[in-house]
């Protein structure tokens, strides 16, 4: 049996369509503004997924937060293990995280978006592994599962010693809400994955270490560099470890611009970088999908915006990525916005996965 | 419906066809690394014995095969001709596919057609040692068999990578009697260089090409021994076409489309070499040849055709040949034969030349083709020889639009029977699709003033 620990964050999501980008400390206001919850309906759709695996215990809070959601799925067995206030705040999160670490669960599904994550994440760190079902304004982290449909793939298929290292990051929702993008690696979470997929690692023997891969990746990029190009270099470390190989400093998350070896700015928003994009003759734009999302554009990058991707051109995005992080993202995603602009990128793309070697990739269509 | 087109043993060819002989110009001479002059055979002496330079050079048309050789090649030569009635068959193609099956070997592989005459001279020369460097494990299973027969020790520099993947080709080397060493080793100063620069290197047949060769020029009961490349190891390799050409001749056929895989090249130039003598001497002006590369390494496809060094640490002469650059450490695909940063400079001239042409695949493709192959003709073949199997069945396809009854031969090289792991790994879903980032690299190269 496979001891889950399940929790909902009730008002995630909730701040998205009303404009707030984030709903911590906005309840009031987002409710105001008229928006519904909709976290319990994310998470009854992994729960409605699960209900064949008879290998699960559930363990959960009271109510809203996990309890009510399980109870109308049929699911069991449950047991109750903290009763948050009638209107739950992060630190029902933290005293629910404490009590799966006490009980010893196999794994925490939760339903929410980053300020969940980093909740739980505070409390368990790296002891406990953690999956989210995305249900949040912002998913920069990549603990979540691409939907809630897959959530319960994961979670039927794991095993305990298929884990592997997801970051979950730091949005500051204030600075976010102003239009400033402020972002920091909080820290690196495990995570299950469906070792099926990826049973042959051992087959590819340079695959072992991510850290060579991205210097590899580095070292071609930096290579292959063309003077008064302008570079458009997106969020992650393996854009981070471009940049470095270049001598420079670069933000994790920030999208940031390079060219004839000297950065030009740093940490982008949209405006700027199209006001930028002005002066430019030819740019060309570095992305690396987003953990075991696969998006490319769409997902912490949404600075790069489909009247950017047009004007930059879609033969002038190269996307990098590591072996590693390639294996555990099945599929690829385009979200830029515009779904006419997302068809342009094809059905393959290729992903520059080390030195002089890319990867052929399919280019999925939106779930 | 004849399937198997057999020769007689003495059918066997007694001569090697060079086609240096029926080149339009000659080739470009090898490079000494240091001095950038053009080698002498006293240059290589250190290394190959006094025959093997000799028939590097020559443009003799025709070379006397050693009854000693053939004696030996008696064990499995001639090799069959198949008709693959059921593969034209499944694809409802009007071409006739022919393939010669050289997976009958001892070694499983066409690799012995030059161990053994390697082997056998160097034996004549009083050489006691043979050190070479083998990627997928098929060049030094096949030399550690020919030493074995000619009672020579034999050390053979494995690409760490395979060394892991293909246990059993290690295997095949210590029941011949071989020794088999992972690369970059510790035991040459060009492996331990490597170590320290890269520990976590997954090694290539540059490195591997780099220790063999220092072992050999540092011991002088020592030769060595190149498994592809070298024009002398293709030569030996034309018994396969040479033995194609009087098979067909039996069914009164000859090929329009000749396809081999292509690493190095010698199985490719075995196949081809005597039907690009006929296209050069305009006995055959039309025949269309065809060498299957991966596109994860496809150096005759999108490579340079420059001189440059044959193995990673700069030992060996440079030769003009398509390149991919020295440096290149192409990844570890499944197809570990092919994995070759260059290829034979006879075969890149013809190229060049026009003489020739080549394409490259995707993995997962490739695999598809050797699977149709094996659920028609039975034959489980080596991810290598999927290539040309591929090729083969895209020329097939491609006579179906134009409804032309084309006679295609292609060269089956080897078989897979210790690439299973490659098979799982595509039932499983995870093979991955590597290419090469050529346009990126040509666009830098063309605007930036010196890449290196």
């Known amino acids: 049996m496979k001891k889950i620990g399940f929790l909902i964050n009730p008002i995630a999501g909730m701040g998205g369509a009303v404009g707030l980008k984030g709903t911590d400390g906005k309840r009031e206001e987002a409710i105001v503004r008229g928006a519904v919850p909709q976290a319990i309906n994310r998470a009854k759709i992994t729960l409605n997924a699960l209900k064949n695996d008879k290998n699960l215990i559930f363990l959960t809070p009271s109510g809203e937060m996990g309890e009510d959601a399980l109870k109308e799925t049929h699911l069991e067995p449950v047991q109750v293990i903290s009763y948050p206030e009638n209107e739950s705040t992060a630190r029902d999160t933290k005293i629910a995280a404490q009590r799966f670490l006490e009980e010893g669960v196999d794994l925490i599904l939760f339903c929410g978006g980053d300020g969940t994550a980093r909740d739980i994440f505070d409390i368990v760190g790296r002891n406990v592994a953690i999956l989210g079902i995305p249900a949040g304004v912002k998913m920069y982290s990549g603990v ?224 | 419906m004849q399937t198997k087109i057999l020769l007689d043993e003495e059918q066997m060819p007694k001569q090697w066809y060079n086609v240096q002989a029926d080149l339009r110009s000659p080739l470009d001479p090898p490079l000494h690394p240091k001095t950038q002059k053009p080698i ?64 009958v070997s001892p070694a499983g592989s066409h690799k012995p057609n030059t161990s053994i005459p390697q082997a056998y001279y160097n034996m004549k020369a009083g050489v006691e040692r043979i050190a070479t460097e083998t990627g997928a494990g098929q060049w030094g299973s096949a030399l550690a068999f020919a030493t074995m027969l000619f009672g020579l020790q034999c050390t053979i520099y494995m690409v760490r ?141 999108k490579g340079l055709y420059t001189y440059d060094l044959a193995d990673e640490a700069g030992y060996t002469p440079l030769l003009k040949m398509f390149t991919l650059g020295h440096d290149f450490v192409p990844p570890s695909m499944h197809a570990g034969g092919l994995r070759y940063h260059g290829d034979s400079p006879i075969v890149s001239r013809l190229v060049h030349d026009g003489v020739m042409r080549a394409v490259a695949y995707h993995q997962s493709e490739v695999f598809d083709a050797a699977q149709t192959f094996a659920r028609t003709e039975g034959i489980i073949v080596a991810p290598e020889t999927a290539h040309a199997v591929k090729a083969a069945i895209d020329e097939a396809l491609k006579c179906n639009k134009t409804n032309e009854s084309k006679t295609i031969l292609f060269n089956c090289s080897g078989h897979g029977n210790f690439d299973m792991s490659a098979y799982d790994a595509y039932y499983a879903g995870s093979l991955v699709d590597y290419e090469y980032p050529d346009e990126l690299i040509k666009e830098a190269i063309a605007r930036i003033p010196k890449i290196s």
């Open chain 2, 40 to 103: 002498g055979p006293q240059d290589l002496a250190a290394i190959f014995p006094m025959e093997l330079i000799r028939q590097e050079v020559t443009t003799d048309r025709h070379i006397d095969i050693p009854e000693e050789v053939r004696d030996v090649l008696r064990l499995w030569r001639p090799s069959p001709l198949y008709r693959a009635h059921r593969l034209e068959k499944f694809l409802k193609t009007p071409a006739k596919i022919y393939y010669k099956w050289e997976g």
């Open chain 1, 144 to 367: 979540f599962a691409i939907n809630p449909s897959v959530a319960a793939e994961v979670v039927t298929g794991f095993e305990v010693q298929s884990l592997r290292d997801s970051e979950v990051m730091d949005v500051d929702e204030d600075a976010y809400r102003n239009g400033e993008l402020k972002t920091r690696l909080h820290g690196i979470a495990r995570v299950p994955y469906l070792a099926g997929k990826t049973q042959f690692s051992k087959q590819i023997y340079e695959d072992s270490n991510e850290e060579r891969a991205k210097k590899d990746i580095a070292r071609f990029i930096h290579e292959i560099m063309i003077p008064d190009v302008l570079y458009i270099l997106g969020a992650g470390t393996t854009l981070e470890a471009i940049a470095r190989e270049t001598g420079l400093h670069k933000t994790l998350l920030g999208i940031d611009a390079i060219k004839n070896g000297n950065m030009i700015a740093r940490d982008l928003d949209e405006k700027t970088l199209w006001a930028l994009l002005e002066h430019e003759q030819e740019t060309k734009i570095l992305l690396s999908p987003i953990g075991a999302q696969g998006f490319i554009l769409g997902r912490g990058n949404q600075q790069i915006s489909p009247r950017i991707v047009k004007r930059v051109g879609i033969r002038n995005i190269i996307v990098v990525s590591t072996p590693h992080k390639l294996r555990e993202t099945p599929v690829l995603y385009v979200d830029s916005g515009d779904p006419v602009l997302d068809q342009d990128f094809g059905d393959f793309v290729q992903v520059i996965s080390g030195y002089r070697i890319a990867q052929r990739r399919k280019i999925s269509q939106l779930p």
């Open chain 2, 161 to 301: 990578s395979s060394y892991a993947q293909k246990p059993y080709r290690k295997s095949m080397m210590h029941v011949w009697g071989a020794e088999c060493i992972p690369s970059p080793s510790t035991k040459t100063n060009a492996g331990r260089a490597m170590l320290e620069k890269d520990p976590d290197t997954p090694g290539s047949l540059g490195m591997a090409i780099s220790e063999a060769v220092e072992d050999a020029a540092s011991h002088t009961n020592t030769n060595y021994a190149l498994g592809s490349v070298l024009n002398h190891v293709c030569l030996h390799q034309t018994v396969i076409g040479l033995e194609c050409r009087e098979q067909l001749a039996m069914v009164d056929d000859y090929p329009d489309v000749v396809i081999g895989c292509v690493g190095g090249g010698s199985n490719f130039a075995g196949i081809s070499f005597p039907f690009a003598g006929d296209k050069l001497t305009g006995k055959h002006k039309d025949v269309d040849i065809v060498g299957a590369e991966p596109a994860s390494c496809p150096t005759l496809t």
